[in-house]
T-cell receptor, first 114, second 114 residues
Framework: EPEVTQTPSHQVTQMGQEVILRCVPISNHLYFYWYRQILGQKVEFLVSFYNNEISEKSEIFDDQFSVERPDGSNFTLKIRSTKLEDSAMYFC????????????FGPGTRLTVT | AQSVTQLDSHVSVSEGTPVLLRCNYSSSYSPSLFWYVQHPNKGLQLLLKYTSAATLVKGINGFEAEFKKSETSFHLTKPSAHMSDAAEYFCVVSDRGGYQKVTFGTGTKLQVIP
C-alpha cells in the first residue's frame, strides 16, 4: 500500500542552524501539508500546499519557515534559523483530489534543537 | 471556525471490555470528521472517517463511530478491547472539505489492562 515517507526520522541541530525536513508524498496526491506536535501537546497545522503554492498557513508558520516541492516527488519544510521551541515531531501529510478528504500522514521527523 | 474537544485525556479498560472514546466538535459548516491512532514512536494511522454519508461509520480493527449532529459528537467505540489497541487516539475535524487544514483534538491515551 502506498505511504508517505519522511526523512530523517530524527534530526538534532544547534540553535540558529538551518534544517530541511523531507517528505515523499503518495505519488498521485495533489495536496500536501505539514503539521507539528510539541512533546505532550496536540498536533498543530502549519501549512498546506497545492498547485505549487501555499494555500493556507497558520500563525506558527512565520518567515523562518518555508516549503518547497523541488521536484515531482519531494516536499520539504525548511526552518531557516532554528529555536529551542522548534523542537517537536513534524508530520507531513498528503491528500488526493477525489473528494475523499482523507489526509495520509507520514511517520514524522523528530527535531531536537539544542 | 472549527474545533474539537476530546473529553478524556486517559481511558483505561480491561481487555475484552468495551471501549468508548469521546469527541465533541464545533464547525461552521458540514464537517468531515476523522479518528486517527498513534502507537508509540509511530505515525498517525486513519481509523475511520465521516464525510456526510452514513452516520454510523465502521473503521479498521473493529472500531466504529457515530456522527450525531444534534449532540455535535463523534464518539469512537469498540465492543471488545485488545491489548494491541493501547495507543493514543485523535479526533480530527475539517469544516471545509478536508483539503485545507484539519484541526486535531488533544488526544486520548487508551490503556488496556490484561
Amino acid at each position: 500500500e502506498p505511504e508517505v515517507t519522511q526523512t530523517p526520522s530524527h534530526q538534532v541541530t544547534q540553535m540558529g542552524q538551518e534544517v530541511i525536513l523531507r517528505c515523499v508524498p503518495i505519488s498521485n496526491h495533489l495536496y500536501f501539508y505539514w503539521y507539528r506536535q510539541i512533546l505532550g501537546q496536540k498536533v498543530e497545522f502549519l501549512v498546506s500546499f497545492y498547485n505549487n503554492e501555499i494555500s493556507e498557513k497558520s500563525e506558527i508558520f512565520d518567515d523562518q519557515f518555508s516549503v518547497e516541492r523541488p521536484d515531482g516527488s519531494n516536499f520539504t519544510l525548511k526552518i531557516r534559523s532554528t529555536k529551542l521551541e522548534d523542537s517537536a515531531m513534524y508530520f507531513c501529510a498528503s491528500g488526493e483530489a477525489t473528494g475523499s478528504y482523507e489526509q495520509y500522514f507520514g511517520p514524522g521527523t523528530r527535531l531536537t534543537v539544542t | 471556525a472549527q474545533s474539537v474537544t476530546q473529553l478524556d485525556s486517559h481511558v483505561s479498560v480491561s481487555e475484552g471490555t468495551p471501549v468508548l472514546l469521546r469527541c465533541n466538535y464545533s464547525s461552521s459548516y458540514s464537517p468531515s470528521l476523522f479518528w486517527y491512532v498513534q502507537h508509540p514512536n509511530k505515525g498517525l494511522q486513519l481509523l475511520l472517517k465521516y464525510t456526510s454519508a452514513a452516520t454510523l461509520v465502521k473503521g479498521i480493527n473493529g472500531f466504529e463511530a457515530e456522527f450525531k449532529k444534534s449532540e455535535t459528537s463523534f464518539h469512537l467505540t469498540k465492543p471488545s478491547a485488545h491489548m494491541s489497541d493501547a495507543a493514543e487516539y485523535f479526533c480530527v475535524v475539517s469544516d471545509r472539505g478536508g483539503y485545507q487544514k484539519v484541526t486535531f483534538g488533544t488526544g486520548t491515551k487508551l490503556q488496556v489492562i490484561p
